[in-house]
């Protein structure tokens, strides 16, 4: 199994070896951490860690980043404060774990192990959602093209899907890169026959 990569936004040095000490002893491997929010982002997307743990004390909006964060994401995300208890926070779409300071190794451990499954799960799903969107657009444009070879040649559609696949297999193109050039005004290359 690959190590798990952390990275922290803790400006209290104490809280911040104690956090990294106790991930250490799990396992996780540490890769960075930000003196800021903005400074956080920055190391985030530099170097893609599966989890960022963030002091609520951190200069800058830290809610508001932990949303960019889980919104893109990036990373799963642990947030420390001051108080007692676990508790939940964040948005309509975003959920965040907030763990009390100072840190109880073996909650933390718990927490993160928690979030890291949540995330992957999460992760996976905004992947699955991607790939839909690319699909489906891809499936327009493809869709578009056909409309205009059959306007343009006075073909049916099943005639002009394959007119558009055999112009895709002579000139060696993916269907979509086909579809792209006919919608780019490509008429001369893909009317000769």
Same mark, same amino acid.
């Given at each position: 199994?690959?190590?798990?990569?952390?990275?922290?936004?803790?400006?209290?040095?104490?809280?911040?070896?104690?956090?990294?000490?106790?991930?250490? #002893?799990?396992?996780?491997?540490?890769?960075? +951490?930000?003196?800021?929010?903005?400074? @956080? $982002?920055?190391?985030? !997307? *530099?170097?893609?860690?599966?989890?960022?743990?963030?002091?609520?004390?951190?200069?800058?909006?830290? #809610?508001?980043?932990?949303?960019?964060?889980? +919104?893109?994401?990036?990373?799963?995300? @642990? $947030?420390?404060?001051? !108080? *007692?208890?676990?508790?939940?926070?964040?948005?309509?779409?975003?959920?965040?774990?907030?763990?009390? #300071?100072?840190?109880?190794?073996?909650?933390?451990?718990?927490?993160?192990?928690?979030? @890291?499954?949540?995330?992957? !799960?999460?992760?996976?799903?905004?992947?699955?959602?991607?790939?839909?969107?690319?699909?489906?657009?891809?499936?327009?444009?493809?869709?578009?093209?056909?409309?205009?070879?059959?306007?343009?040649?006075?073909?049916?559609?099943?005639?002009?899907?394959?007119?558009?696949?055999?112009?895709?297999?002579?000139?060696?193109?993916?269907?979509?890169?086909?579809?792209?050039?006919?919608?780019?005004?490509?008429?001369?290359?893909?009317?000769?026959?």
């Amino acid at each position: 199994m690959d190590t798990l990569e952390y990275c922290v936004g803790i400006p209290d040095p104490v809280n911040r070896k104690a956090a990294i000490s106790a991930l250490s #002893l799990s396992g996780l491997h540490y890769v960075g +951490e930000g003196k800021d929010c903005p400074h @956080l $982002l920055r190391v985030l !997307r *530099k170097v893609q860690p599966h989890l960022v743990i963030i002091d609520l004390s951190l200069p800058g909006d830290v #809610l508001y980043t932990a949303s960019i964060i889980d +919104e893109e994401a990036m990373a799963a995300v @642990l $947030l420390l404060e001051q !108080r *007692k208890g676990i508790r939940t926070a964040g948005g309509r779409n975003n959920s965040f774990m907030v763990l009390s #300071l100072p840190v109880n190794t073996v909650v933390l451990n718990y927490c993160v192990e928690t979030l @890291l499954v949540e995330f992957n !799960r999460r992760k996976r799903l905004h992947q699955e959602l991607r790939s839909l969107k690319d699909k489906m657009q891809s499936r327009i444009l493809v869709e578009r093209a056909k409309g205009i070879i059959m306007q343009e040649l006075s073909l049916n559609e099943p005639e002009a899907y394959r007119f558009l696949q055999k112009k895709s297999m002579d000139l060696r193109l993916p269907l979509i890169e086909a579809a792209k050039a006919i919608l780019n005004n490509d008429n001369k290359m893909f009317y000769k026959e």
